[in-house]
């Protein structure tokens, strides 16, 4: 049923909880609150600017309280919506936006070609994506119909989105965002844009729902005054580079090798790194927290380098289950598998599910140098691995996850190809999955137990 209550007598926080049925912290009623002075007698545009980490609510609290808010107050308003970013825009703020309109007894909105949600008064609500800062263009406030425009993920923009946002005649503008890095318009609305701007700025902190796990995990693994650090717990940007562009220095390797912590033999994997030719072929072998080079050699000839990592399989007892390789040696790994081999197939450039890491390859890199500078395990001590794990630089992404270094870029400062880092790594983030295979055997043995007690159960006694 369509909302009853005397909306217009509660305030953001009231409207949003009443209404809405969304709790508010404080710092999300603030970033909401200033449209209020965008309409009355004595309106003024608002631009409001709100920074926040992952998780903190800006689609699932603050869009959605916005979006109503203005909307009830404005029978015949707009809001449009945009995001460089589809799966935002269609997984997150869309979703959550169609949380709440049948309270107001409006229609099913729209989806297609893009999502629009109109009013019963003449009210519309726009999404869409934004490629082209020439597809913003045109949108205007009228009398009696004022204009909000949210730009989500704001820190994804570029100069021509802003461009086309600034040829709009709007009432309100709301830039909403992660952190991202020290560049852009919306870092310049908490810069030298400041004074245009109401300036919400949020972190983990200011989010008691977020676990204390993972603010715990986070400081324990950057520390903190890692960038990522003060960008997640913060909500603070993030310079270009930050005091320490490598992923590992000399002096930390140079610590985990000589202070080793101790032997303890467990799960065996071995990694390859193919070079096709271009450089060396690697396998560095696992047992437990140890890592060795196997062996390290150049060929040319794919048939040849094939025959030889099957020697080397069989020769420290490696089934294909315990050994991977970079996915790019397609040719090899296929040789690999027409001769029973098929090991595991790695593609160090694939997208990883993780907030944090940009690719697969930035997380093997990364969270295996935090092993190392944490001495969790035995590397070897070999010149041509520790002038590779110490020469390369790691990166922020402009979406504000952690990467690496791409090697044509290596490849500019005279840096070759980190051959035998990239077996290291791949090896140090291989995953155990016995101990998964073990867990589901015990699970199903048990679910057959009850299944035999839930048999028996059933059974006469005089059977």
Known sequence: MPITIEADTLGVRGFSEKILGLSLYDWQVDAVLPIEAAFGPDAKRQNIAVVAPNGSGKDDRIIPAAVYYWMFFNPQGQVVITSKSATQLEGQTIPSLKKHFKKFGWDDPVTS??????????????????????????????????????????????????????????????????????????????????????????????CPHIPKERIELTLAAYGEHNPHTRSTLYGEF????????????????????????????????GFFDFAEGRAENVLVIRNGNKFEIADAWKEPNEDAVIGRAIQLLRKHELTAEQAGGDAAAKNILDGLASAGLPIHRQNFGSAINNKVYKSWSAFAWLDGAQKIIRREVIIPDDEVLIGQITDRKKIFADTGKLGVEEKYVMAKRNVKSPDRADALFGCMAAMDTGQFRQAQAWHDYQDEEKTNEAALAGASVGW
């Open 238 to 269: 993030m310079e270009s580079s930050d005091e320490e562009p490598y992923v590992l220095s000399l002096k930390q390797a140079m610590a985990c090798i000589n202070h080793p912590p101790t032997h303890v033999p467990g799960f065996r994997y």
């Open 113 to 206: 070609p893009r999502f629009q949600l109109r009013t019963p008064t003449g009210g519309i609500v726009t999404a869409f994506v934004t490629n082209e800062g020439s597809r913003f263009e045109g949108w205007h406030s009228k009398p009696g119909q004022p204009l909000m425009v949210i730009a989500n993920e704001a820190k994804f923009l570029d100069d021509r989105i802003y461009d086309g946002i600034d040829k709009c005649t709007v009432d309100v503008l709301m830039l909403i965002s992660s952190p991202g890095l020290m560049k852009g318009r919306f870092y310049e609305a908490f810069t030298k844009l400041r004074q245009h701007f109401t300036c919400i700025q949020a972190g983990l902190s200011d």
